[in-house]
Each structure stands twice: as C-alpha cells, then as structure tokens.
C-alpha cells in the first residue's frame, strides 16, 4: 500500500515573499512569547525551567490544596476565604523573589547572547523592545500575582461566602484586576532597573534582591530609631506597592504601620517608584550602543 | 537602480570622528565596504539601519531616510552582526524563524521560510540542532540564514568570514554571491580582507580612518591599465637573459622596472604600438622564455596605497 497521503515536500528552495508584512505589533507579540518561553525554560534544559516552575509549581499548589480542603471538609476550614481578595495575592516576598528570577532572563540574555543586536535591526526601536519585554515579564509576574488570587476569588464565590451580588463580584473583581496589574508592572520595572547593569543573569537576580532587602530593613529601621515618623516608610518600594494594592482592593494593610498613612500619599509613593524604575530603565536603554 | 546615497555624512564620537564628509551611492549587486578595524564601516551600517543619527549630512537607504523611517526600513532589509555570539540554547531554526517573524512574516510561513532558507546554506540536516553545538562556520551560515530568511531586499553583513579558514571563507563566500546572483538579494558586506571583497563584489567603498577612500563599481576601480606587465622563465642556460630583455627595450627608449631577482618586468607608461614587437624581439634575442604578457591593474591595494596619508 503507497503512503502517499502522509507524503511532504522537505525542501521547496528559497522563495519570494510576496505577503503582507505584519507591523510591529507582530514584532512585539513575538519577542513577548519569545521572551515568555524563555522565561520559563520551555525549549530549554530542564535547570532553566526549575526555579521558575518551582516558585509557580509551590504558589499554585499550595492554593489547589487549600482550595481542595475547604471543598472537600468544608465547615470552619473555609475561614480563610473570607479574608479581603488582596489577602489571596501572594506574599511580597514571593512576588519579588519571582520577579528576581524572570526579570533578569527576559534581558540580560539579549546582551551577553547578542540578540539584542539583532532586535534592534529589525523593525523593533529601543522602546518597542522594552514593551516587549515588560509585557511578557510583567505577564509572568502578573501569574503569580493574579492567578491565585483568582481561584480563591472563585472558589469563594462557588461556596457562597461572597461578594454578593453580581455588582459586587465585578467589583471586586475589577479592583484586583487593576490592583494586580499595577503591582506586576511595578515589579517588572523595579527587576528591570535593577537587572539592567550587566550582562550576568545570576549577579542581576541577586541584586533585585538585595535591592529589596537593601531598600525594606533602612525603611525599617529609621522608622523605629528616628521621629521622621511612619511616612518614611514610603521609600520601601515594594512594601508600598503591596500597600498600595492592598488600598485598591479597599482591603485592610498588611502591615498596621502601613495603615497611618493616607492613601492618597500611599499613590504618590506608588508612582513615584513606578516613574523612578522606568526612567532608570529608559535612560540605561537610550544611552546602549545597538551596534 | 541606487540603494544607498551617502551625502556629506559625518559621525562625530566626542573628540573622535568616525566619518568624515563621505559621500559616495551605492548600486544593485554585491557592495564590499572595505576597511582597516576602525575604518567606520560598523558605524556607516549603524546609521544605515537608522540606529543612529549621523552628526552631519545625509543618507537615504531604499529611498528611505534611516532615522525617520527606520522600522520601515528594517523590515525590508536585514543585518549579520559581525560578532560570532548567538543563543546558544535555541535551535537554528527556531532562531531563523522569530527574527523573519519579526520582520514582519507571519508564523507559520516564517516556519517554513526558516527550514527552506537553512537548508539553502547547508544547514538543512543541522537545523534543530542548538546554535552553541555548531562550528564558527556554522554559526556564519546561521547568521547569513537568518538575514535573508525574511526576504529582505537588501542585507547588511558585517565581517561575514571573521574566524573562518579558507574553505570555510570561500563557501561563505559563495553563498553570498548566489544570495546576490540568485535571488535579487543586495548585499553589503563590510571586510578588511581585500581578496574577498575582490572575489565576490561588484561594487566598493573604502574608507580609512572615517575618509572616503574610493567608491563605485570594482571593475572600474580596477579596470584602468597601468601599463605592462612581462613575466620571463629563467633559463640556467642564459643567465642574464632577463637583463639582456631589460637593455634591449631600455635602448628602444622603454622605460622598465625590474626589482632584483624578480622575473617580472614592468613598463609602466602604456603600450606604444611597436611595444608587443618589440618585446618579443628582445625576449627571442636573449634566449629567455615568456611565461605572461599582460595589462597590468589596479588592485585594491593599489588604489588604498595610492592615497597620500
């Protein structure tokens, strides 16, 4: 019997292409998924997908199990479902150890494998680039941010314990949507400002995280050994922007220190780092040689 | 048809001045800029691509202006860096495949367009293969794939043969010739190897210390006769015959060059008409044996030696 049905042409020889070119939104969804895949190891050897899998592997596990209790013994182990939705979103030294990890890969590889050359001699400009970069970056980040507190949102809602009422759900809903959009963005720029320096992806993680570190104990420690008093704790960036989430999602403060301060001057702490990483990151790609 | 049209352009880094008023069109074919290492040929493909605002003049790349049009332009041509580092984890096709996404194919034409385009360098066996397992030729081959993969109507390739042996090279070489020959593909290829741009170009620049050197097409360059050149066998017989041929035409009133020990005799001031007669008389006379007769040309290297420093 011929196999002629399963029968492809290997080599059809170089061609004309006489399409359509697709724009740069292409460009950007492109390097986006690239990036992503990268991100997390897929088409890559296994140690390149661990730490990325295991952080989200161990966020979202932890969260099925909870979730698989409460559905399956149900009575008082549902409490914690009542908590505020910002309460579900994962802890902030969760977030930015995550953020340490993807940040660094999504553009430190560019410049030490030269593809970052090669980018910029394709239609994507420094800028286009760098939307590509955030959004798969702070995608990723946003499925840790996001996702969990989604299924808690959902399973709350299945065993009845609120919000009630549709507006009410889409309320919610939207608040941590946004909330957990603005953190991932912030995230991402925070990780990118400080991975951006060199073209060591290791050396870059660890100092996104000693960023972090170096950032929340002074913030700390001048509030309790000085009378600056609690709106000193503003310059810790990542607390702030898990205050400020925590202000979006109208839920309670994560730390009672935090909740002295006025939301308004909460948001303009907020923005002010949001403004400060970007600018960090704009001017470090603005100043970089593409040849 | 004019590709490239440089005007008065200038490229100043602080205090050191990378391009200095070059002025020079570029035409279809296979265009070699030529130049020592910091020549300004990797600054010139910088603000070809629009990658960088030149401090002076003007240049328009496909009837395009590089800076305000530079996706654009991009995406109708491509570039081969000059530095041998790619992904080392991706494999060749995969590689070849997002950039012509990014220029602007769609996925699953860019799919094919990835396989079709390494089999057409050699690759086709090797194309799942990591980048970072290949050979330095390999990878050349990987690079030259993925800039013309997307079809592009013009291709900047930077040290193209850097790190290559000679086989290697001439391959390489090939290929891009049958890029150019083949398939409409413009090229421009920047190299300090003066035989290769030689080999393969139909047109060149050459640019010394951010200076235009010459430019235009290789066969004009080179075509303009710079007199004779006769090449004699020695024969053990007649030891002095390449001498005697010396005299004989130095008494006809030729003037002729003729460095110790060498068997080539030069006449450098053109070819009076008795020449031809003249030279086979004295040649006859001494018993020597011609081996070559011919116009002598420019080479490349005549042409850089030829500009005062």
Redesign the interface.
């Given at each position: 019997m011929s196999n002629a049905g399963n029968a492809r042409i290997?080599?059809?020889?170089?061609?004309?292409?006489d399409?359509q070119?697709?724009?740069?939104v292409?460009?950007i969804w492109?390097?986006a998924w690239?990036t992503t895949r990268s991100i997390f190891g897929l088409?890559?050897?296994a140690r390149?997908k661990f730490f990325p899998m295991a952080v989200l592997g161990i966020t979202y596990l932890i969260v099925v199990i909870q979730l698989a209790i409460v559905f399956f013994f149900g009575g008082e182990t549902a409490s914690f479902l009542t908590t505020d939705s910002w309460g579900m979103v994962a802890p902030a030294i969760v977030m930015i150890l995550f953020a340490a990890l993807v940040a660094p890969d999504a553009i430190v590889?560019d410049q030490?494998?030269?593809?970052y050359?090669?980018?910029?001699?394709?239609?994507?400009?420094k800028s286009?680039y760098l939307a590509a970069k955030t959004l798969s970056v702070a995608g990723s980040i946003l499925l840790i941010t996001f996702g969990p507190a989604l299924l808690y949102l959902l399973g709350k809602t299945i065993k009845g314990l609120g919000p009630n009422g549709i507006g009410a759900w889409f309320e919610t809903f939207g608040r941590l949507l946004l909330a957990c959009l603005l953190v991932s963005l912030f995230l991402c720029a925070f990780a990118l400002a400080f991975s951006c320096f060199t073209n060591r992806r290791a050396i870059a993680s660890i100092v996104v995280f000693l960023a972090y570190v170096g950032t929340n104990i002074p913030s700390w420690i001048l509030y309790e050994e000085t009378t600056i008093g609690k709106n000193i704790l503003l310059i810790n960036p990542i607390e702030t922007a898990y205050e400020f989430g925590a202000r979006l999602c109208n839920a309670e403060s994560i730390v009672n220190e935090y909740g002295q301060i006025s939301t308004s001057l909460v948001t303009l702490g907020f923005f002010a780092w949001l403004i400060a990483t970007c600018s960090i990151v704009a001017l470090t790609y603005r100043n970089r040689?593409?040849? | 048809m004019e590709l490239i049209t440089v005007n008065d352009l200038s490229m100043q880094f602080g205090q050191h001045r990378a391009l200095d008023s070059v002025d020079f069109t570029v035409h279809h074919g296979v265009t070699g800029l030529v130049g020592a290492n910091g020549a300004g040929k990797t600054t010139f493909m910088s603000i070809a691509l629009g990658l960088r605002a030149p401090t002076n003049g003007s240049i328009r790349v496909l009837n395009l202006e590089p800076v305000s049009d530079g996706a654009q332009l991009r995406s109708l041509v491509s570039y081969g860096p000059e530095r041998n580092i790619l992904p080392d984890e991706m494999p060749a096709v995969d590689f070849v495949k997002h950039l012509a996404e990014l220029r602007g194919i769609p996925r699953k034409e860019a799919k094919t367009r990835a396989s079709d385009v390494l089999w057409l360098v050699g690759l086709g066996e090797e194309r799942f293969r990591p980048i970072g397992t290949m050979s330095t030729g390999q990878r050349q081959r990987v690079k030259l794939a993925q800039a013309i993969a997307a079809d592009p109507q013009l291709v900047f390739l930077d040290e193209p043969t850097d790190g290559l042996d000679p086989l290697a090279r001439d391959e390489v070489l090939t290929l891009i010739r049958q890029v150019s020959e083949e398939y409409g593909i413009h090229v421009m290829i920047s190299s300090h190897l003066l035989e290769e741009v030689e080999q393969i170009c139909d047109n060149i620049v050459i640019l010394n210390a951010g200076k235009l050197v010459a430019a235009g097409q290789l066969d004009k360059l080179t075509g303009e006769s710079t007199g004779l050149e006769i090449e004699l066998i020695a024969i053990d017989d007649y030891p002095n015959s390449i001498e005697d041929v010396q005299v004989a035409l130095q008494n006809a009133g030729i003037r002729v060059l003729h460095e110790p020990e060498s068997t080539i005799l030069r006449i450098p001031d053109g070819s009076p008409e008795l020449l031809p007669d003249l030279i086979r008389d004295a040649v006859a006379d001494s018993g020597a044996r011609l081996k070559r007769l011919e116009h002598r040309r420019r080479s490349l290297e005549d042409i850089i030696l030829d500009v005062p420093s």
């Open positions: 290997l080599e059809r020889g170089y061609r004309k292409f399409g070119r697709l724009g740069i292409s460009a492109s390097t690239h088409g890559r050897k390149h590889r030490k494998d030269g593809m050359s090669l980018y910029m001699s394709t239609p994507l400009t286009t040689e593409a040849i | -």
